[in-house]
């Protein structure tokens, strides 16, 4: 089992045994899901656990859940997914889904995290990531981590009947600094 530790949080690999209706109940909730493309569909405690067996089984996927340290409650999901390992490079995504854990730098942790582990331990070059414009806190941890902006897509996606675009960012394993 895969495990990344920082100073607040440990990321883990997510089991059958991590899928329970509170896991379910942030993928459905209109403020948590707003910015996730799994908002579309309801989400169940099965296509929970297919989502979970599917990225478990993918050579391409790296699904972690973000326990913290303190409590060892389940408060979110990180991912780093389309891992290519012809070109060496991935897309980092995360979901801090317990309210009450926001606002306190933990995705930034969590980034980092990643971050070091796609490069150290993947032995990536590049991690990309993606984030609507409206998202300015997602937009925010990626820069603090030394993630650049590389492009903008226009009227990338809609959300509450608004065409939003999408900032696209990379960052290089030479460019990060741990």
Not at 5 to 18: C, G, N, V
Not at 49 to 71: A, H, M, Q, R, V
Not at 151 to 157: A, C, T, W
Request: proline share 2%.
């Amino acid at each position: 089992m895969m495990e990344i530790e920082t100073k607040r949080l440990y990321l883990r690999s997510l089991t059958d045994k991590d899928v329970t209706n509170r896991y379910v109940g942030w993928l459905n909730d209109p403020e948590v899901n707003q910015y996730l493309e799994t908002r579309h569909e309801v989400q169940t405690l099965e296509s929970c656990l297919s989502f979970i067996d599917d990225c478990n089984f993918s050579p391409s996927t790296k699904l972690f859940g973000i326990f913290y340290k303190e409590d060892n409650a389940h408060i979110g999901n990180a991912k780093i997914g389309f891992i290519n390992p012809h070109y060496q490079r991935g897309q980092v995504s995360i979901l801090i889904g317990e309210k009450s854990y926001w606002g306190q730098g933990l995705s930034s942790e969590v980034v980092n995290a990643l971050t070091h582990y796609g490069f150290n331990e993947l032995g990536l070059h590049r991690l990309e990531a993606g984030c609507y414009e409206d998202n300015l806190a997602s937009l925010r941890v990626f820069l603090k981590n030394g993630y650049t902006i590389e492009g903008f897509l226009r009227h990338q996606v809609t959300l509450g009947g608004r065409r939003l675009g999408c900032f696209w960012l990379g960052i290089l394993s030479h460019e990060f600094s741990n």
